[in-house]
């Protein structure tokens, strides 16, 4: 079987990132279609937050090495205080050095035939450089989401490092992995004497093994708030990215009006991650009584969450529109009513679309959340949204795993595959 080494910072046991289920896929489902991965990670002491829940999920048989990394911010600063330069590209830096050392071990010991390495941490990509430099294999940079971006990072000696990081994977990979259509068109016309062709689309999705059980159980459980409309957003809420301030001056406008009250309705943000920010926000905005902030929940049962809730609401401002929020794809999975909060200029709505969502509202404006929401409610209280089943399906992680292997497979001389 063929050998792909994989870079990524984001592996169990790290906790608070939906961004591990794409490493943690593929390295379970890529065997299934010719290709055995090697994992290449940082130590468990480099993550802010660690839980076992997903280590069982790790294959037994994996090879997964965990080279030495700190956190500038928790190990290397004094008084909260750190140099600049110790936190670029990213707070994880040292990651680079010991990482290096560890794949070339890796790669004279189990020979793989291809490189990959993952974003967005961007250390991955200078790591996978380096070994693309030192070894000659073949190299395939998963960007998922642009890099460098008007405004991103805010720093400019930051910014500039990701605009050279970005470049020398754009230019040095044989291929450039988005997870959105906007971002690999972004790509492909900022760096126009690359091959266009190189720039691929490879989404994000679910793992259909993860829901086994679940929905018998959600059902036996019945609804997360018996009597009430609950909507459900789960995952961080990002004060720039994802600001529900306009949703919750439209639930203050439509509570004001006598549309809404808080007997019948309620907004809960799982595992939001500025817990303190959005509830200032919720009593500035005097919808604090709509508002249910929840702390995380273990993977398996947050997903029965989702099941469970009467409505499932995506969050996703307009500098955002050439991403994709990976939780979308297991929205879609539970087959529950989606309202899109995002730009429908953008990719996340394109995406929404696709599978037959059509409750979608700017995220920015007060007047298109008012329009959307109450119809919404109404489409609760009446039927179920019906989503489209084969864009469902098409939306697995093992579909998924078939991509990059059909990528992995162009890199290697027909007589070998």
Not at 125 to 138: D, F, N, Q
Not at 161 to 172: G, L, N, P, S
Not at 312 to 324: M, T, Y
Request: net charge neutral; aromatic share 10%.
């Amino acid at each position: 079987m063929k050998r792909v080494l994989m870079v990524a910072y984001h592996f169990p046991p790290l906790a608070g990132s939906s961004g591990i289920q794409r490493t943690l896929r593929f390295a379970q489902q890529l065997p299934d279609f010719g290709w055995e991965p090697i994992v290449l990670t940082a130590h468990p002491r480099a993550y802010e937050r660690v839980s076992d829940d997903l280590l069982g999920e790790v294959p037994a048989n994996l090879v997964v090495h965990r080279a030495f990394a700190l956190d500038t911010a928790r190990h290397l600063s004094i008084a909260g205080r750190y140099l600049g330069s110790m936190s670029r590209p990213d707070r994880w830096m040292t990651w680079r050095w010991s990482a290096v050392a560890a794949g070339m071990r890796l790669i004279r010991r189990y020979k793989p035939a291809v490189l990959w390495s993952t974003y967005p941490i961007a250390t991955a990509h200078r790591i996978g450089a380096t070994l693309h430099r030192y070894s000659g294999l073949p190299w395939i940079a998963d960007f998922r989401d642009p890099m460098a971006q008007e405004g991103y990072p805010a720093d400019p000696k930051t910014w500039q490092c990701y605009q050279e990081i970005e470049e020398t994977a754009f230019r040095k990979a044989r291929f450039s992995v988005f997870t959105t259509p906007s971002a690999a068109r972004m790509y492909a016309d900022r760096y126009p004497q690359v091959p266009p062709e190189r720039a691929v689309l490879i989404e994000n999705g679910y793992d259909e093994e993860s829901f086994a059980g679940l929905e018998a159980s959600a059902v036996a459980k019945g609804s997360l708030n018996p009597g009430k409309i609950t909507l459900l957003h789960s995952g961080i809420v990002y004060p720039s990215e994802r600001n529900p301030t306009q949703l919750f001056w439209a639930l203050r406008a439509l509570r004001d009006a006598g549309q809404l009250s808080a007997t019948r309705f309620v907004l809960r943000l799982r595992a939001a991650a500025h817990d303190q920010w959005l509830q200032a926000l919720a009593v500035e905005h005097g919808v604090a009584e709509f508002v249910e902030l929840m702390p995380p929940l273990p993977y398996r049962e947050a997903l029965e969450e989702m099941l469970r809730a009467d409505g499932l609401v995506v969050l996703q401002a307009d500098n955002c529109n050439a991403q994709i929020p990976a939780k979308l794809y297991e929205y879609l999975r539970c087959r529950r009513p989606i309202l899109g909060l995002t730009d429908p200029a953008g990719d996340t709505a394109w995406a929404l679309r696709q599978a037959g969502v059509q409750y979608i509202a700017c995220l920015e404006s007060q007047e298109e959340i008012m329009s959307v929401l109450p119809r919404f409610l109404e489409m609760l209280s009446n039927s179920q949204m019906a989503l489209i089943e084969s864009s469902i399906q098409s939306a697995s992680r093992r579909q998924r795993a078939g991509q990059l292997a059909e990528l992995l497979n162009g890199l290697i001389p027909a007589g070998l595959l």
